[in-house]
């Protein structure tokens, strides 16, 4: 397994534990990935590697989202959408997961309690969960990133 798709797993993962730890949206599907690089060597090993596996399907300032050719088996379903994100400082976790949701519901359920910040920008809206003893944060996107792409999965 290439530290890529151990990364991917990884993320997926931990992101899933922390969803089934605060919500009760345990079946909830991957959608999702974005591997938050921390250094310059990290974010060209990971698009390199990303390379030869999928096609770019989005170019925003922040990385390249791509479409994986074959899906990575995860905890928590089959993922074929990873986003490369360039070095933050602002973001030292190691990734975050989408998981699809009913959002509505889901929002109604969860917009009070303080640890999910809702995330909202011009055509965007999210609800992030995180929490000081997870590396990574569980993400739950109005839309989710398939649909706002134009792509089937």
């Known amino acids: 397994m290439t530290k890529f798709t151990t990364t991917v797993k990884y993320i997926v993962d931990q992101s ?3 969803k089934n730890d605060f919500t009760d949206d345990k079946k909830a599907p991957v959608e999702f990935v974005c591997i938050f690089c921390q250094n310059d060597e990290e974010y060209q090993y990971f698009s390199k590697e990303i390379k030869s596996d999928g096609k770019i399907v989005e170019d925003t300032k922040s990385g390249f989202t791509y ?7 995860t905890v928590s379903g089959p993922l074929r ?9 602002n973001r030292l976790e190691k990734g975050d997961a989408d998981f699809n949701t009913s959002y509505p519901a889901f929002k109604k359920k969860c917009e009070n ?7 909202t920008r011009d055509d ?5 969960l995180s929490d000081q003893s997870f590396n990574v ?3 739950f996107s109005k839309i989710p990133k398939s649909s ?6």
Do not use: S
């Open 137 to 139: 944060m569980a993400c």
């Open 16 to 18: 899933t534990k922390l």
């Open 113 to 119: 309690n303080p640890r999910f910040e809702l995330v």
């Open 81 to 89: 959408l990873v986003k490369i994100r360039k070095p933050d400082l």
């Open 124 to 128: 965007f809206e999210m609800l992030r």
């Open 148 to 153: 706002d792409l134009g792509i089937e999965l």
């Open 67 to 73: 479409l994986l050719n074959d899906p990575i088996e």
